[in-house]
């Protein structure tokens, strides 16, 4: 009766064990959620403006970072990210300072999960798809309007299960946003963004 007892509780418990490992991998049909903080870094040599073809700079800025997914199959899904509207500042050649201005990206994007399905606390993921910049809030003693952008992005993730549903998140991505600039309507150049973004926080997913 014992050993009847004892072999029933271990084999209970492994089973156990394998579903709390299951549990742990990414399967189709999941849903998840992700937030947490994100630090953008924009290229160093952001266009020219005028027809003086002074050099633009646009600083470097961290906000919040979002994002929502559901997995199709085992290894792929779909993901809508974004980040809380930031400010930049605005940095003109031989002007200097000439003010900020606000943006706010949406991203679309197809993740790959090269271990979807399997029994590992390390997910990693890779993506690729369409960005989605729009500016705003231009505050500037100019009458600037920097326009919305499309392009391409892609991005490298990792998430690292703590518990069942809850995993730590870090990611980096990599956008082509270029927006024309208008000075009264007429257009003076281009600002080249292209911003390398790297986050870290937290995936909950159900």
Do not use: C, W
């Amino acid at each position: 009766m014992n050993k009847h007892f004892l072999l029933t509780a271990a084999l209970l418990s492994a089973g156990g064990l394998v579903a709390s490992q299951a549990a742990l991998a990414y399967q189709a049909g999941d849903i998840f959620v992700r937030g947490g903080i994100a630090q953008t870094d924009v290229k160093s040599n952001n266009g020219n403006l005028t027809a003086d073809n002074l050099r633009l700079d646009v600083s470097d800025e961290r906000g919040l970072y979002y994002g929502v997914g559901y997995l199709f199959t085992d290894n792929l899904g779909i993901e809508l990210s974004g980040q809380e509207k930031v400010e930049h500042s605005l940095n003109l050649e031989a002007l200097g300072d000439i003010g900020s201005v606000d943006r706010m990206p949406i991203n679309l994007l197809v993740n790959y999960y090269p271990m979807g399905g399997m029994d590992s606390r390390v997910q990693p993921y890779v993506g690729a798809g369409l960005n989605y910049t729009r500016f705003s809030g231009e505050d500037t003693p100019l009458p600037i309007d920097v326009r919305r952008s499309y392009g391409a992005i892609g991005q490298l993730g990792v998430d690292l299960a703590v518990a069942q549903g809850l995993m730590l998140n870090g990611f980096v991505s990599y956008a082509d946003v270029s927006a024309d600039v208008r000075l009264d309507g007429d257009k003076i150049g281009e600002a080249k963004i292209d911003p390398m973004t790297i986050g870290g926080g937290i995936t909950y997913r159900f």
